[in-house]
């Protein structure tokens, strides 16, 4: 049975997976493939460069997996950052800016207003740096704590709480001014 991905390590199949076991490996990263998968079309909206995303930072997670750090209790934060950073890899590429395919993520059956406000919110998020959208992609679309957005950015949760509080009030001024104004 795999481990679910918010639960702590079985230290067995760690040392397993650090020793080369691929299915120790796949029991301990299985979980997290979906969460992953998650990260990386909102970050790129595009299906197949998602999946292409996710496989090679699972590869790169097999790769690196000695590189876990002794009394690591989630491997989820670890590997959606390097899912991040791929999917920034990505975006940088000559090719993302030249061939753009239709959008993955359609307001699913929303009103026709309600339309304008997600494509307005899709184009201020796009605004933001890769640090800051991937910040509000773990908390909000993930539903990741704190905590464990902290630890995916490098960072401790108090200032992850500091930069999500000054990045709402930033994608407020940018969607109504007027609102914030009052």
């Keep these: 049975m795999a481990p679910d991905a918010?639960?702590?390590?079985?230290?067995?199949?760690?040392?397993?997976?650090?020793?080369?076991?691929?299915?120790?490996?796949?029991?301990?990263?299985?979980?997290?493939?979906?969460?992953?998968y998650q990260l990386a079309v909102a970050m790129l909206r595009q299906r197949e460069a998602a999946e292409d995303a996710v496989q090679e930072a699972t590869f790169r997670a097999w790769r690196k997996f000695g590189q876990v750090r002794e009394g690591t209790t989630s491997l989820r934060p670890w590997f959606l950052a390097i899912v991040a950073n791929e999917c920034r890899t990505v975006r940088?590429?000559?090719?993302?800016?030249?061939i753009r395919l239709a959008e993955v993520v359609p307001p699913a059956a929303a009103a026709p207003d309600d339309r304008g406000a997600a494509a307005d919110l899709r184009r201020s998020l796009d605004r933001l740096r890769h640090r800051d959208r991937l910040l509000l992609h773990l908390h909000y679309w993930l539903d990741l704590?704190?905590?464990?957005?902290?630890?995916?950015?490098?960072?401790?949760?108090?200032?992850?709480?500091?930069?999500?509080?000054?990045?709402?009030?930033?994608?407020?001024?940018?969607?109504?001014?007027?609102?914030?104004?009052r």
């Design 145 to 181: 704590p704190l905590e464990e957005v902290a630890a995916a950015l490098g960072t401790t949760p108090g200032a992850a709480k500091a930069r999500r509080r000054r990045l709402l009030h930033r994608l407020r001024l940018d969607l109504d001014p007027e609102e914030v104004a």
């Design 6 to 36: 918010g639960a702590a390590l079985d230290l067995s199949l760690v040392e397993r997976a650090r020793s080369g076991d691929p299915a120790a490996f796949q029991a301990l990263l299985g979980p997290l493939i979906a969460p992953g």
């Design 92 to 98: 940088r590429g000559r090719w993302w800016a030249v």
